[in-house]
């Protein structure tokens, strides 16, 4: 069997390293918020470029209290995409703010700056890209834009940690910028984890209030806050593996590049690299009209492969309702052409080869 992920090959190659750490935590009996944490934010801040950086429970809770801290609240519009994980427009109704979608970019899949203008109103206070499986939105446009209308920028780096962009990593540039530390993330945790990037004095300092209970003196509260704060095991590990995470982005991206080597001249469009960044492949994802076919070959063939994402969220239940007139013609065809192969630091020649020949065996066939 190829997962699409194989954490296990990774916890065995760091397994002493991880086992030590854990149970120094253990012993230390310090469990939420304690040094490893600091030592953490001080490492994540230093190797993104950031003045600020502050753990939290989640992704999901990194983009929500970034948008809190930004001050974005009931009636404001923030500028986004529908094609991404359900967590960036969820951030954005916890706060009161409505999602405006837009459409993507038919190669990289990000939000198309070009789209953006169209739809600016004057409740529109953000624009929130996201820099999907890796390949960094093109920043360089989407914030000269936010600066030319008076926007912020919030970046979504939940599948990004580590991409860079014109030598700035993702997650430097916006007001404020989520990060996740899911198992499956480029830089993973063993448990859930977010993290929030800023510049911003204030931000950082309403962040740190906001994640615990809205308090920056023990009992003593200035807002209604949140319970939403790292733990001291999972900063542990993430301190490790901060140390790996050029080099597992280095192996993804060998990965990929094999993929596509092996994949030209099949019927299938591979990920395209824009040029403007570095593409970190949290996912290896391609288009194929015979996507069922594919799919159905790689998992007779003990391969596994995956949808992200089946249905965008204009068009999820949830959302459905409320954007019925809104028509986002390349999200719609990409969502129902994509297919995400295996990828992780640990997949190896021969297993990229045999995916490659179960495809090419089922599109020849
Ligand atoms: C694009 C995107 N945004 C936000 C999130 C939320 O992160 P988490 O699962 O850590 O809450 C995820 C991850 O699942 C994601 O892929």
């Known amino acids: ?45 230093a190797y993104l470029g950031v003045k600020h950086a502050i753990g939290c429970a989640s992704g999901t809770d990194a983009l929500h209290l970034a948008l809190r801290a930004a001050g974005i609240g009931t009636g404001d519009e923030i500028i986004t995409t529908a094609f991404t994980f359900i967590a960036t427009a969820e951030a954005i109704r916890y706060v009161g703010a409505t999602p405006v979608f837009v459409d993507i970019d038919p190669l990289t899949f990000n939000l198309d700056p070009a789209a953006i203008e169209a739809v600016i109103t004057d409740r529109t206070k953000a624009v929130m890209p996201v820099h999907l499986f890796g390949q960094p939105a093109d920043l360089a446009r989407i914030s000269a834009l936010c600066e030319r209308h008076g926007l912020l920028l919030i970046e979504d780096c939940a599948q990004s940690f580590g991409a860079s962009i014109q030598g700035w990593q993702t997650g430097s540039i916006g007001l404020a910028s989520g990060f996740s530390f899911f198992p499956s993330k480029n830089l993973g945790g063993y448990g859930d984890g977010g993290l929030v990037a800023t510049q911003s004095d204030e931000v950082a300092a ?12 023990r009992y003593y509260h200035d807002a209604i806050g949140y319970n939403s704060r790292l733990d001291e095991i999972q900063a542990a590990i993430l301190r490790i593996k901060l140390r790996h995470i050029d080099d597992f982005n280095t192996a993804r991206r060998r990965a990929a590049h094999r993929y596509s080597e092996l994949l030209a001249g099949l019927p299938v469009e591979t990920p395209h690299e824009d040029g403007l960044g570095v593409h970190v492949y949290h996912q290896y994802t391609l288009l194929s009209d015979r996507r069922a076919a594919v799919m159905a070959a790689l998992q007779k063939a003990g391969i596994a492969s995956a949808i992200y994402y089946p249905v965008p969220l204009h068009r999820q239940n949830v959302f459905a309702a409320a954007y019925a007139d809104v028509s986002l013609p390349v999200t719609e065809s ?17 297993d990229i080869r045999r995916i490659v020949q179960v495809i090419g065996d089922a599109l020849n066939g």
């Not at 997962?3 to 916890?11: A, I």
């Not at 309403?206 to 003196?217: A, C, F, Q």
């Not at 990409?334 to 021969?350: D, K, N, T």
């Open 206 to 217: 309403k962040l740190k209030m906001l994640r615990n209970h809205g308090s920056e003196v």
């Open 1 to 45: 069997m190829i997962p699409m992920v194989d954490l296990k090959t990774q916890y065995a190659r760091l397994k002493d390293e991880i086992d030590r750490s854990v149970r120094e935590v253990l012993e230390s009996c310090a469990f939420v918020l304690g040094p490893n944490v600091k030592a953490f934010e001080d490492e994540a801040a």
């Open 334 to 350: 990409v969502a129902a052409r994509c297919l995400s192969l295996p990828i992780y630091p640990e997949l190896e020649e021969g």
